[in-house]
């Protein structure tokens, strides 16, 4: 048998695995031990879902702290609610190793050892957070989803120390910095990591395969552009990608992750647009607050599948309810129409309304949504899962027949940007005609990248037109 090799302190300096494995008592899988040997000044990582992302991000900001002095690491994650997540995981795995003895400060966001070093864990929803601030690493975990102007604030804070960088990512789309960080930066040294990457030593998979086959079905499967982004870690092609990717983190920007709302507040009018699902799709129910014209608030999504009739019902009903929503507008397509029926029936004093999606009606209800989004009128809870969705939906023109169809990229899961937009439709928010034909024929608002903000001159000539109308 070979003989174990003594390891020094200065093999623990100067590899962060054999720290993890020493000090911190943890045992990383071939792909993060790949990560956290580089020794590149700017790292960008895309790597599949469940690969341990945020975990090899722990282990590696525990080793900097401990093994420097007055070294400071910034981790940043997309919102508070997740820096708070990443910072448990990076306090467990300190406090639970010898070096909990060291600490001489710990919130729920800092810890500062006796060395002089420190980690902080940042949310990226808030970029002026970061102003000002002087850093030895920065670590930005799903970098793809974080707020672009984020980067801005980030590279000043490396500078005077000449600091490091990490990016680490499942893919989003080929725009924005991640992408280029990985793909055309030359500074970055970018690493590549499949599901298949995540192994131990003995080979074993580190996700385990019955799960994995449950996650590459609700994919779509093997060939989705889904399973490609999130488990091949590849970029999705952001042609015909229809929602313009800073407009929807802008909307986003704006949920400061406090108590979500489930009933209605006091003064306040709401609508509720729902878009069922047949039996392996998800139904969704969202509703909007729309007291203020120039801000709607999306306040609650619900998106699940697998129940029955009956429960949809209920739950449909539900929303409406606590709510009080003005106008429940559903897809009618399918066992949709049955269900207003019976919702007209059993609660016959809510406003339940059905919607037939056609090919006039889908873009037109499209372009609507899209519309509000590029005018930043629309706020949306801060969700992975919401923006994915969203970035996902695309549109294609037939070069033929020239009619527009549009969908999720694997044209299942575009239930909620569908519910979303009915409840702009319910809204009433478009005077038919007028605001249609402005976004349609300029076509620039389907690319990402388009005019962000409505001037205030527009909006005063939208104002009068609307009079006309
Ligand atoms: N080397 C490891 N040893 C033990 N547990 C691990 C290891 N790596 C990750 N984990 C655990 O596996 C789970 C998934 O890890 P993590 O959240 O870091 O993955 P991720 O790639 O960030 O996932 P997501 O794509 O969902 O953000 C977590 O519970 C984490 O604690
Ligand atoms: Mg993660």
């Known amino acids: 048998m070979a003989k174990r090799k003594q390891v020094t302190v200065g093999d623990l300096r100067s590899d962060p695995v054999l720290f993890a494995e020493h000090v911190l008592g943890i045992t990383l899988h071939e792909g993060q031990k790949r990560i956290l040997r580089s020794q590149a000044r700017f790292i960008a990582v895309r790597a599949a879902r469940r690969f341990g992302k945020s975990y090899v991000f722990s282990a590696y900001a525990a080793w900097a702290i401990c093994t420097q002095e007055n070294y400071r690491v910034i981790v940043i994650s997309r919102i508070m609610r997740q820096s708070l997540e990443m910072f448990k995981t990076i306090k467990a795995i300190i406090m639970n190793s010898p070096m909990a003895e060291s600490v001489v400060r710990c919130t729920m966001t ?26 030895n690493l920065v670590m930005v975990d799903e970098a793809a989803y974080v707020d672009e102007e984020i980067f801005i604030e980030i590279y000043p804070t490396i500078l005077s120390t000449k600091g490091r960088m990490i990016l680490i990512s499942t893919p989003a789309f080929e725009v924005g910095e991640f992408y280029r960080a990985c793909m055309l930066a030359k500074e970055y040294t970018s690493f590549h990591f499949t599901h298949a990457d995540a192994v131990w030593d003995d080979g074993t998979p580190f996700v385990d395969p019955d799960e994995l086959e449950r996650e590459i079905d609700r994919c779509g499967g093997r060939e989705s552009p889904e399973y490609r982004r999130e488990y091949l870690a590849e970029f999705g092609n952001a042609d015909g990608v229809f ?128 519309i509000l989004l590029n005018r930043r009128q ?3 809870p801060d969700d992975i899962e919401l923006q994915k969705e969203m970035m996902s939906f695309k549109y294609s023109t037939n070069a033929r027949t020239k009619s527009i169809s549009m969908g999720g990229a694997n044209g299942v899961h575009d239930d909620i940007p569908i519910a979303l937009a009915l409840c702009v439709e319910a809204a009433e928010v478009f005077v038919p005609r007028g605001t249609l034909g402005l976004g349609l024929s300029g076509g620039r608002m389907l690319f990402p990248g388009a005019p962000a903000r409505v001037s205030q001159n527009e909006k005063q000539m939208r104002k009068r037109r609307n009079v006309l109308i």
């Open 110 to 135: 800092e810890i500062v050892l006796s060395n002089g070093s420190q980690v902080q864990s940042l949310p990226g929803s808030s970029p002026n957070t970061l102003r000002g601030i002087t850093a």
């Open 243 to 370: 929602f313009d990717v800073q407009a929807l983190r802008d909307a986003m920007r704006a949920d400061d992750g406090s108590e979500a709302i489930y009933f209605a507040e006091e003064g306040h009018k709401y609508v509720t647009g729902v878009d069922i699902g047949q039996i392996n799709d998800y139904t969704v129910i969202a509703t909007m607050d729309i007291t203020d014209p120039n801000a709607y608030w999306v306040r609650e999504i619900q998106r699940f599948k697998g129940e029955s009739v009956d429960a949809i019902i209920i739950k449909i009903n539900d929303a409406a309810a606590r709510f009080n929503s003005q106008k429940v507008l559903i897809d009618e397509g399918n066992i949709g129409r049955s269900i207003i029926e019976h919702l007209k029936i059993r609660f016959p004093h809510r406003p339940f309304v059905g919607f037939n999606f056609n090919v006039s009606t889908k873009p037109r209800v499209m372009m609507n949504l899209n």
């Open 378 to 380: 629309l706020f949306l």
